[in-house]
């Protein structure tokens, strides 16, 4: 089994890398969290991923090494993938999800949104898009810090196939 956490470096999306890695040591399975970057340096800029200026210039893979930074801080033992695509719509981004999920085959994709819940498919939202694959579970993360997930220990006996 494995977990896939799309990957952007805001606050709500380190909070899903957090809760899967959380989840994949308690269970012991795979954590890939995945970094789609538009080849858009006014897109970059706008969400914080690159300063105009900086001294490297810009580019999918130096944005892409930023975010492998911030993925290793918070999950070391999580998989590290980015997919370059050319257009900064949400759509496109939630597209390329989509496509690198149906390639992986995930049991679970951690979303780290706060706009789920008002999910008709609205426009601007990636994690909309993602979440209407009915392929694999879907878990929501809406806020940074609920308890840490205690080791799950399965009785004998407490499920039953019937």
């Known amino acids: 089994m494995t977990f896939l956490v799309p990957f952007d470096g805001s606050y709500l999306a380190e909070a899903a890398l957090l809760r899967a890695a959380e989840y994949g040591e308690a269970l012991d399975e795979d954590v890939i969290a995945l970094t789609v970057v538009p080849d858009d340096e006014a897109y970059a800029i706008d969400v914080g991923w690159y300063e105009d200026g900086e001294d490297d210039p ?3 893979p130096y944005v892409a090494g930023k975010l492998h930074e911030g993925v290793t801080d918070i999950a070391p033992q999580a998989a590290f ?3 370059r695509i050319d257009r900064s ?3 496109a981004i939630a ?3 989509k496509s690198i999920a149906a390639e992986v085959r ?3 994709v951690f979303l780290g949104t706060d706009n789920v819940g008002e999910i008709a498919e609205p426009v601007t939202s990636v994690a909309g898009g993602v979440a209407e694959d009915p392929t ?3 878990h929501v993360v809406r806020y940074y810090a609920p308890p840490s997930v205690p080791a799950v220990r399965l009785e ?3 499920y039953t196939d019937e």
């Open 156 to 158: 004998e006996g407490s």
């Open 58 to 60: 810009f580019g999918v």
């Open 81 to 83: 993938r980015y997919e």
């Open 106 to 108: 995930p049991a679970v």
């Open 89 to 91: 719509a949400p759509a």
């Open 95 to 97: 597209a390329r999800i």
């Open 136 to 138: 694999y579970d879907v």
